[in-house]
Structures are given as C-alpha cells and as structure tokens.
C-alpha cells in the first residue's frame, strides 16, 4: 500500500487529470470523430485490452490509474506517429488531433511516478495494432480507419479510467 507522502509527491500538481483530463479527452473524441467521419462497421483484428482496463480501473493504487493513462496516450500518439500518407482525413483536424494528444502526454507525464511500469498487455495491444493492421495493411487508408477505431474504444475507456481517479 502506498503511503501518504509517496501518493502525495505523486499526485502533486496533479490536478490536471482530475479538472481538465477529461475535457482534453471529450476533445479528442471529438476530433478523432470530426477528422474521418462515421467509423468504419469492419472489425479491428486485435482484440481490445478490456482485461487490462478491468484491473487499472478497479486498483486501488492511484499511481498505477495515472500510469495507464500515461501510458495509453503514449501508445496512441506514437501510432499517429507513422506513415499517414495514406489518410483521407480532414488534415486541418488530424494535427489539432496530435496537437491534443501531446499535450495530454505532456501533462500526465508530470504526473507519473519514475518508478511505474508499463502494462504489459497494453503494449502487447499497441504492438499488434502496428504489426497487424498497419504494417500487414501496407498503411493503407483502410488500416488507419480501423485504428481510429480502436483509438475511439481506447479514449473512451480512459473517460472512464480518469472519472475514477480520486485524489
């Protein structure tokens, strides 16, 4: 169990996720949505991490809520780091999109103990996102809308992760 002190360090200047994670995150939801339009019906072929978000999201450890979601918005903005010349988004929306997503990672990360890990599951997840959709899928318009897609599911359940995050 973490003590006092040590959730305090953790947690100082951390009002960010409780005040502002949330609205940042509707955002990106927003413009994820705005960028491409309607999601594609197709299934992503990756199952989603539901496991992963079942056990962060019942922790009582709150450092370990704010590593995940850390974590999480890494993964996503390091995909939407990749080959995209593909897309057929809205440009204008996909860099707001990545604007956003940095600044999300900039701000958790303020809030992320040195001494956390990374998920393994979740990164099992993003590395198979890469592999099998965008790789295997040559980067094509296809592959990105399918992890669109799988961004949406993510960024919703970290709506959920954050609202349960008492500090």
């Known amino acids: 169990m973490m003590g006092q ?10 009002g960010w996720i409780q005040h502002r994670f949330r609205t940042v995150n ?23 991490p539901s496991e992963a978000y079942k056990l962060v999201l019942f922790s009582e450890k709150t450092d370990e809520k704010i590593a995940f979601l850390s974590d999480t918005i890494n993964k996503i903005r ?19 999109f990545k604007d956003v997503l940095h600044r999300q990672s900039h701000e958790l990360h303020k809030c992320v103990s040195s001494n956390s890990k990374p998920e393994r599951k979740l990164k099992r997840h993003f590395r198979k996102l890469r592999k099998t959709v965008l790789k295997e899928m040559k980067y094509s318009a296809q ?10 599911s993510h960024l919703e359940h ?5 609202s349960s995050i008492k500090m």
């Open 78 to 96: 390091d995909l939407f780091g990749e080959n995209m010349d593909t897309v057929t988004w809205n440009k204008t929306a996909l860099e707001h």
């Open 158 to 162: 970290l709506d959920l992760l954050a």
């Open 26 to 48: 509707s955002e990106s939801l927003s413009l994820l949505k705005r960028m491409g339009g309607d999601y594609t019906t197709d299934t992503v072929p990756v199952r989603f």
């Open 143 to 152: 592959s990105w809308e399918l992890v669109r897609k799988a961004v949406e």
């Open 5 to 14: 002190a040590s959730l305090q360090s953790v947690c100082f200047g951390c």
